[in-house]
């Protein structure tokens, strides 16, 4: 607790936390962080989700069911972040350089705990290197991954992830931060490991609903999230992960609930595609983001990189974007050659 005070004192002005990004995750953490007594300004980019959340106490585009505390107060202007030390970013991957590099604001000597996942198309970079490169230093970062959907975490219903920076006594702010008793928060330095099972899960997530759509069964879905998580390790691990943890919350976890749940917006991109459904087609009807669609490319590019051999990555890479049909690629993936489970 002494880490927490020193930290907490230093960082956390008038018992407020400031959270950019409305989305359901970022509407979520800051409904849990309202429970936890503390005030907190929640950016949104959209005035009228601004207005929804502060006259009717609901986030009307993305966690309509959820009843938001009267702590929580919307706004509509980056400028606020402009004098805070700390910041809880909920943008999605493939905004964040660009929100936060439009707003004008030097992140230099903020600290920062981003919870979207996803790896950046253009630059194939995770989101600790993306802040980096924004001015945040590495032990001004930490992560919050795991196996969490917004909308089970808006009704408290109980929860387990992982937080990580390279600086174990800030990932220790984090944990106490968000932790009570329906958030349980674990700690990690191993933010690699972290932010890879958190983003590649939702590729192998798309694989899943696939399969639900083409109405195989159980056994179809064991194998998938197993030889899924041994793709997961062995990219991780090519870049310098743990392997351990790709087997813990950030990765197995997370696998394990994207991979079936009806919440799994991933999972749903692919049970559509799985029903016959064209890719453009189902991003136009979606209100929210799939972060799985676009990691999909940053996965397979990845994988070319480091020269990992990930065959349901590949597969549904050709699904997406080269047109290869699903049943075709479970006969691909199926007849491939014979080898050892663990090599």
Same mark, same amino acid.
């Given at each position: 607790?002494?880490?927490?005070?020193?930290?907490?004192?230093?960082?956390?002005?008038?018992?407020? &936390?400031?959270?950019?990004?409305?989305?359901?995750?970022?509407?979520?953490?800051?409904?849990?962080?309202?429970?936890?007594?503390?005030?907190?300004?929640?950016?949104?980019?959209?005035?009228?989700?601004?207005?929804?959340?502060?006259?009717?106490?609901?986030?009307? #585009?993305?966690?309509? +069911?959820?009843?938001?505390?009267?702590?929580?107060?919307?706004?509509?202007?980056?400028?606020?972040?402009?004098?805070?030390?700390?910041?809880?970013?909920? &943008?999605? *991957?493939?905004?964040?350089?660009?929100?936060?590099?439009?707003?004008?604001?030097?992140?230099?000597?903020?600290?920062?705990?981003? /919870?979207?996942?996803?790896?950046?198309?253009?630059? #194939?970079?995770?989101?600790?290197?993306?802040?980096?490169?924004?001015?945040?230093?590495?032990?001004?970062?930490?992560?919050?991954?795991?196996?969490? =959907?917004?909308?089970?975490v808006g009704l408290f219903q109980p929860t387990t992830v992982v937080t990580s920076s390279e600086d174990i006594s800030y990932s220790r702010f984090i944990q106490i931060l968000f932790s009570n008793g329906n958030f349980r928060v674990y700690t990690s330095q191993d933010i690699v490991g972290c932010e890879l099972g958190g983003s590649i899960k939702?590729?192998?997530?798309?694989?899943?609903? &696939?399969?639900?759509?083409?109405?195989?069964?159980?056994?179809?879905?064991?194998?998938?999230?197993?030889?899924?998580?041994?793709?997961?390790?062995?990219?991780?691990?090519?870049?310098?992960?743990?392997?351990?943890?790709?087997?813990?919350?950030?990765?197995?976890?997370?696998?394990?609930? *994207?991979?079936?749940?009806? =919440?799994?917006?991933?999972?749903?991109?692919?049970?559509?595609?799985?029903?016959?459904? +064209?890719?453009?087609? &189902?991003?136009?009807?979606?209100?929210?983001?799939?972060?799985?669609?676009?990691? *999909?490319?940053?996965?397979?590019?990845?994988?070319?990189? =480091?020269?990992?051999?990930?065959?349901?990555?590949?597969? /549904? =890479?050709?699904?997406?974007?080269?047109?290869?049909?699903?049943?075709?690629?479970?006969?691909?993936?199926?007849?491939?050659?014979?080898?050892?489970?663990?090599?």
């Amino acid at each position: 607790m002494d880490v927490f005070r020193k930290y907490f004192e230093e960082i956390i002005e008038n018992n407020t &936390i400031y959270v950019i990004g409305a989305g359901g995750w970022g509407t979520a953490l800051s409904n849990l962080l309202a429970y936890n007594c503390y005030n907190v300004v929640l950016w949104a980019r959209e005035p009228e989700l601004v207005d929804s959340i502060n006259k009717n106490r609901v986030n009307n #585009l993305f966690l309509p +069911k959820i009843k938001l505390n009267e702590k929580v107060i919307a706004v509509n202007d980056l400028a606020v972040l402009k004098t805070q030390k700390f910041f809880v970013s909920a &943008i999605p *991957t493939q905004y964040i350089r660009k929100t936060l590099s439009a707003s004008g604001i030097n992140l230099n000597g903020k600290k920062v705990l981003n /919870v979207a996942k996803g790896i950046e198309i253009d630059t #194939l970079q995770r989101g600790s290197e993306i802040f980096a490169q924004l001015g945040v230093s590495s032990e001004d970062f930490a992560v919050l991954t795991g196996p969490s =959907h917004a909308e089970e975490v808006g009704l408290f219903q109980p929860t387990t992830v992982v937080t990580s920076s390279e600086d174990i006594s800030y990932s220790r702010f984090i944990q106490i931060l968000f932790s009570n008793g329906n958030f349980r928060v674990y700690t990690s330095q191993d933010i690699v490991g972290c932010e890879l099972g958190g983003s590649i899960k939702n590729v192998i997530a798309i694989a899943a609903g &696939i399969i639900d759509g083409l109405q195989f069964g159980d056994n179809t879905k064991a194998a998938l999230i197993t030889r899924g998580l041994a793709e997961m390790s062995r990219l991780s691990v090519a870049m310098g992960a743990n392997a351990l943890t790709i087997t813990g919350l950030s990765g197995l976890g997370d696998l394990i609930v *994207t991979c079936n749940s009806k =919440h799994s917006r991933n999972r749903k991109v692919g049970e559509l595609i799985g029903l016959g459904k +064209k890719l453009n087609e &189902i991003i136009n009807e979606m209100q929210m983001i799939a972060e799985g669609v676009e990691t *999909t490319k940053s996965a397979y590019n990845l994988a070319q990189k =480091h020269k990992v051999e990930m065959p349901i990555v590949t597969k /549904v =890479h050709q699904i997406l974007f080269d047109n290869l049909p699903p049943e075709v690629a479970l006969k691909d993936l199926m007849t491939r050659e014979y080898r050892h489970e663990l090599g």
